[in-house]
């Protein structure tokens, strides 16, 4: 059989193990492993666990479970809430100021979890009855919170940025310092439409009012003392402080990456124990499982995917769709919107983590052939990626604001993301006409590295 024929096979015989719900780790080992038996040497199969671990055998993939048990420490106790309550007492004043400080606390919740599920649970499941207990529509509220989840792939520690450095051998540092311009971009983008948006429920809420007499929650406004506002920080300026130290430390070049998350992971422990006297088993017991779940599903999905890789480029399947690419002559620009393309087709049905391992022997070369900043590209395709996980069919975010809120239609939470996704094409716009955004910073900390 042709390369053509044997790369076709391939595709449809992962779409179709996709798509029969087998777990996706599964899915992508179970494929690989057939057409190892089929189209390679029979000593192959021996080698399977060992290719496996060597793919996995890397320092840099060791802060995945690290920056998890980060994340779990502080999501499953009342960080997250904390964190939250004290962004909305310093912000009420403005309009719409509950969903911005809720698009704050995703930020810098995001920041120190490197998770987009976290985030959403985290902040969800105290943000979203807030914001509706004050007239915020089910839609609203749950497309700012989703949307908001989305910047933990984006903001560094990111899992998902974590993976694109390993697959595309590039400094994980530059590439999670390309990622705060963006980031802070979005952050101010989903912030501007919360006001927007409220200012048109409270008109609508204030008109209703004036024609029926009947008050609205929406129209209720919180008043906070000052008092009351610095009270509400010092349970919270700990875990700021602690992300400004890991942060420090992976950029000012003290410690690796994998040495920050540990650390990061440890001292989140720490704070939690001193500040929320978490240090019994039992209270320990939800942390600990939360983080073996999640890294043993990152992991076995990460193994797999790299597997998968391992087949497609023995069989020269990826080698040769880059050489169809580029033997394509398409300009630049085209090529690029190709591929994003692409990668939004596949985020109606895999994850990140799945998409960057399978596309990233594809699509790599073909942009390097054409000059592009590969760092550059990265921030740009998680935000694309970030679309996926607002969107159907899959949308995790989706269904995680679902178990956070059930009470809430499905077809309200779409519709309530779907601006937010709107933002993030006007980013991936903002980052190509003006790639300074994502680049000028890790030029200004490590120096020009030249992106290719």
């Known amino acids: 059989m042709t390369v053509f024929g044997i790369g076709i096979s391939y595709g449809l015989a992962t779409l179709f193990a996709m798509f029969s719900g087998m777990p996706i780790a599964f899915a992508l080992g179970a494929v690989a492993v057939v057409f190892m038996a089929i189209y390679m040497p029979a000593a192959s199969l021996d080698t399977v666990t060992q290719n496996v671990y060597e793919e996995m055998a890397s320092i840099t993939l060791l802060s995945i479970p690290l920056f998890i048990l980060k994340g779990a420490a502080i999501g499953k106790s009342r960080a997250g809430q904390d964190l939250y309550s004290a962004l909305h007492a310093w912000l009420h004043r403005v309009p719409g100021g509950l969903g911005v400080a ?3 606390a995703c930020a810098l919740f995001a920041a120190m979890a490197g998770s987009s599920p976290a985030t959403c649970s985290a902040i969800g499941s105290a943000g ?3 914001m509706r207990k004050r007239g915020y529509s089910g839609g609203f509220a749950a497309g700012i919170i989703a949307a908001g989840g989305t910047l933990g792939i984006l903001l560094p520690p990111s899992i998902t940025m974590i993976l694109f450095a390993v697959a595309a051998e590039k400094s994980l540092g530059r590439l999670f310092l390309a990622g705060i311009g963006p980031g802070l971009l979005l952050v101010s983008l989903f912030g501007f439409y919360a006001v927007f948006r409220f200012r048109k429920e409270y008109a609508m809420a204030k008109a209703a009012y004036d024609a029926t007499g009947k008050d609205a929650a929406i129209l209720q406004r919180d008043e906070f003392t000052m008092a009351e506002r610095f009270s509400a920080l010092p349970r919270v300026i700990p875990f700021v402080l602690l992300l400004t130290g890991v942060m ?32 019994k088993p039992s209270d320990l017991s939800p942390i600990l499982k939360s983080t073996i779940r999640e890294s043993t599903m990152l992991m076995l999905i990460i193994g797999m995917s790299l597997l998968y890789s391992y087949v497609m480029s023995y069989l020269h399947i990826s080698q040769s769709a880059a050489e169809a690419i580029v033997a394509m002559h398409l300009p630049r620009w085209e090529l690029l919107f190709a591929i994003l393309v692409m990668v939004i087709v596949l985020g109606f049905f895999l994850p990140p983590v799945s998409i960057i391992l399978m596309t990233a022997p594809i699509i790599l070369p073909p942009l390097r052939a054409a000059e592009f900043d590969i760092i550059w590209f990265g921030v740009v395709m998680t935000i694309v990626m970030e ?32 601006p937010f996704v709107l933002l993030m094409m006007f980013a991936v ?17 490590m120096g020009p590295d030249g992106g290719r």
Request: glycine share 10%; with cysteine; aromatic share 10%.
């Open 128 to 130: 979203i009855p807030e």
């Open 387 to 418: 679309m996926g996980l607002i969107h159907p069919p899959v949308g995790l975010n989706i269904f995680v604001i679902r178990n956070v809120a059930p009470d809430i239609p499905l077809s309200e939470v779409i519709w309530g993301t779907l």
């Open 429 to 445: 716009l903002m980052l190509c006409v003006f790639p300074e955004i994502s680049t000028w910073l890790p030029n200004l900390v």
């Open 248 to 279: 420090i430390a992976l950029y000012g070049g003290y410690a690796t990456p994998s040495e920050t998350a540990g650390l990061g992971g440890l001292l989140a422990l720490g704070l939690i124990a001193v500040i929320y006297s978490v240090w």
């Open 102 to 104: 809720n698009v704050f």
